[in-house]
C-alpha cells in the first residue's frame, strides 16, 4: 500500500466532530445531556460495528442502564474514573480496564461518572438495522427498525416527539 493511501485512512480522534447529548425522549434524557461521543467508525466508513470515544463529565452518565438483545457492546477505559452499574452492584473502573456484555445478556448496565474529573471510554458495537433494548429503571423501551430508533413506554404507547 503507498503512503497516499495509507494516508487517506488515518487519522486522529479530534478530526472527528463531536456529537453532544443523546437520542432519548425528555426527561429521560437528562442523564446524558453533557456527554460528548465522536463516531469514529462512521469516520473511517466501517459498517459493520460501530466504535465511538465518549466522554463523560462529572456527574454525567453513559445512558440509562440497559442490555440488547442483538448487540455485542465492549468498553474501554481511557481515561478518568467512573461507576460501573450493573444488576451484580456497582464497581470502580479506570483507565485500561475493559468491559464486555454479549447480546442478550438480561444484565443492564451504564457508566456514572462520580468524580470530578471528565472521564473517556471507547465503545465498540455490532451494529444491527433491528434490534430491541431494554431498560430495566426506567419506563422505557426501544425497537430499532431499519437502523431507526422508535422510543416508546414499556407498554408501547409513543412519547411525545
Known sequence: MSS???KKHTFRVEDVSEITGNGYPPPLDRIAEGRTKRK???????????????????GGWSAQRHWHEQEDEFIYIMSGELVLVTDDGEETVTAGHMMGFPKGYKNGHHLVNRSNENAVYMEI?????D??????????????????????HKDGTPYPP
Do not use: W
Request: proline share 6%.
Open 131 to 152: 434490534e430491541v433494548c431494554h431498560y430495566p429503571d426506567v419506563d422505557l423501551y426501544m425497537e430499532m427498525k431499519n437502523g431507526e430508533d422508535i422510543f416508546t
Open 40 to 58: 469514529v467508525s462512521d469516520h473511517a466508513g466501517l459498517n459493520d460495528y460501530g466504535i465511538n470515544i465518549t466522554a463523560l463529565p462529572p
Open 125 to 129: 458495537g455490532t451494529r444491527c438495522r
Open 4 to 6: 497516499e493511501t495509507q
